[in-house]
């Protein structure tokens, strides 16, 4: 499977994990966060710190790296769409 190929199974992948954490276990991460850090952190943040970090790394980490971090950026994009979509909130 191609990188992108990849990119979209993960992605599909983690916002399934999300969505049943979320739905299926009622658990929101507003909640646990805040219970945590005085900040919330979207998953899509960790997959933009993965992407820069991936940049200084070698093969084949940095090709592990980005396109976890890529999967992760696009999973919480869908998931903030997806959201709105389905509850009326952005969250």
């Known amino acids: 499977m191609h990188a992108l190929g990849w990119i979209v199974f993960l992605a599909f992948l983690f916002e399934a994990l999300t969505l049943l954490f979320r739905f299926g276990l009622h658990l929101r991460s507003k909640t646990i966060q805040k219970s945590i850090l ?5 998953h899509g943040y960790v ?16 090709e592990f790296w980005l396109i976890i971090g890529f999967a992760l950026v696009l999973s919480d994009i869908a998931h903030h769409l997806l959201l709105l979509r389905v509850t009326g909130k952005i969250e």
Do not use: D, M, T
């Open 47 to 62: 997959g933009c710190g993965l992407v820069l970090a991936a940049v200084f790394l070698s093969q084949p980490w940095k």
């Open 38 to 42: 005085p900040w919330r952190i979207h």
